[in-house]
């Protein structure tokens, strides 16, 4: 620790409470188990013993299942993709980790076969973290978060008011209302010309995985 002076995204767990102060939580998403065609079917964690299950080594579900569950045979591996691709290929059983990160990481990797087949009862709890001792930067972020969490509140509230407002003037009088399309002398409307959408890019989510968990 000391060379980084804050964590924007990682999870509060009994050992790293010792040597970090946390916000409260941001991101809250299940713990999922995710199996293969033709592997074991079981969707519950205690269903799994005796398997061997996949986890990406030193994260957050890694650590909770070696402390909760020391009984279960987990294998540590670098990161989410290597061990979606060890459950593709056979060799292990399962594999456990963020609901958010799996889906992404998965649907990258076009794994044919692997699916979601339970959550566990545990939670994926997304916070920003700052070494001990810097507890004032860390309640910074949280008074900052506190007062957005307001504004947003305030802004929603206003424009609320605005749109019941705009409703009960149009309804108040007609004449206010926007004038329907202009007919033909055959009766039919007038439509502008089609316009295609602009294009657009799909946004690829931010892996809740990425970088320190």
């Known amino acids: 620790m000391g060379q980084v002076d804050q964590l924007p995204g990682v999870m509060s767990t009994p050992k790293r409470q010792e040597y970090l102060i946390f916000t409260r939580p941001y991101l809250d998403l299940p713990i999922a188990i995710l199996a293969r065609n033709g592997g074991p079917q079981s969707r519950k964690l205690n269903e799994r ?5 996949a986890v990406v080594a030193d994260y957050a579900p890694h650590e909770l299942l070696r402390q909760q569950h020391p009984d279960l045979n987990l294998l540590p591996l670098r990161n989410i993709a290597a061990a979606l691709q060890a459950l593709a290929t056979n060799q292990v059983d399962a594999m456990v980790g963020d609901l958010a990160s799996s889906v992404w990481s998965l649907r990258q990797l076009k794994l044919d076969g692997v699916y979601i087949s339970g959550e566990t009862l545990y939670r994926y709890q997304l916070a920003m973290a700052a070494p001990r001792g810097q507890s004032m930067l860390v309640g910074t972020r949280q008074t900052l978060r506190r007062a ?3 504004r947003n509140r305030c802004l929603a509230g206003t424009l609320g008011r605005q749109r019941a407002g705009q409703t009960q003037r149009l309804a108040r009088n007609p004449a206010l209302r926007p004038a329907s399309p202009a007919r033909s002398a055959g009766g039919h409307r007038h ?5 295609p959408p602009p294009e657009t890019r799909d946004a690829q989510p931010r892996s809740a995985g990425a970088g320190t968990t």
């Open 49 to 53: 013993y005796g398997l061997k299950i």
């Open 148 to 150: 957005q969490h307001r």
């Open 191 to 195: 439509h502008p010309a089609h316009q």
